[in-house]
């Protein structure tokens, strides 16, 4: 008797899942973080306060909430707090956002065959029995399919800006974006690790776009576990 073949499975569902799978268990934070300064060389123990939020503003207590997370930051790096009703050297915007976007690739499906192995005679006038077994020649490449993920999307802003003496306007000295993409997360449990990413080797370098990862088993105040230069062909898109 030929062998039978018959089709069993489908890769693509099973990486599929392996993918999702691998997803859920993740345990780092990767951000990416963008920097450009102006720093002032006499700004060692200089005051900060935060621009004054709009009236009515809905998410008053979430804002100050983010904004607690960017004062620790400028207090690790020797900045003070202005006094209320002192006026301060540096005043600070922070800006925390978060939306969804849809990436399409393609990815290749396979058919795996198995080759069944019918039942024959064995010593003594036994009979083995039959069995499927996998087909020497491997999956069969069927194609391409779109498959479409959604992204989470999420940023926060810092701008600090320098009241200089006898200056017309404060002036822009720091500006810096951190920004995460990957599975579905809440945007209060990221901005920590954001606030983290932005101040991370402050000032920074101009125009330098970094990865910086984070362990969450040890929480936003966990060092980096990395810090990598982005190139153009690692770059968020």
């Excluded at 709009?54 to 020797?78: H, P």
């Excluded at 404060?170 to 101040?199: C, H, I, K, Q």
């Excluded at 101009?206 to 810090?227: C, H, K, L, W, Y």
């Amino acid at each position: 008797m030929n062998p039978i073949r018959t089709a069993r499975r489908l890769w693509p569902a099973l990486l599929l899942g392996a993918a999702a799978f691998l997803g859920g268990c993740a345990s780092t934070v990767s951000t990416q973080v963008t920097n450009f300064n102006a720093w002032p060389a006499d700004a060692a123990g200089g005051t900060f306060a935060f621009a004054p939020q709009a009236k009515g503003n809905a998410k008053e207590l979430e804002q100050s909430t983010y904004e607690q997370y960017v004062r620790e930051e400028l207090e690790r790096l020797g900045l003070k707090s202005a006094a209320t009703g002192q006026v301060a050297r540096f005043m600070v915007e922070v800006d925390a956002s978060g939306s969804q976007r849809t990436v399409r690739s393609l990815q290749p499906m396979y058919q795996n065959y198995r080759t069944f192995i019918p039942a024959r005679s064995g010593p003594n006038g036994t009979v083995i029995p039959g069995y499927w077994s996998a087909d020497m020649i491997g999956g069969q490449y069927l194609g391409d399919r779109e498959v479409a993920r959604t992204l989470q999307v999420s940023k926060l802003r810092v701008q600090m800006r320098d009241r200089k003496p006898n200056a017309a306007a404060p002036v822009s000295v720091f500006e810096s974006t951190a920004v995460y993409e990957g599975g579905m997360e809440n945007l209060p449990d990221l901005v920590p690790y954001l606030a983290r990413a932005a101040f991370d080797s402050f000032p920074g370098r101009n125009g330098q776009t970094r990865e910086i990862r984070f362990d969450m088993q040890g929480g936003a105040n966990a060092a980096p576990t990395s810090v990598t230069p982005i190139t153009p062909s690692n770059a968020i898109r």
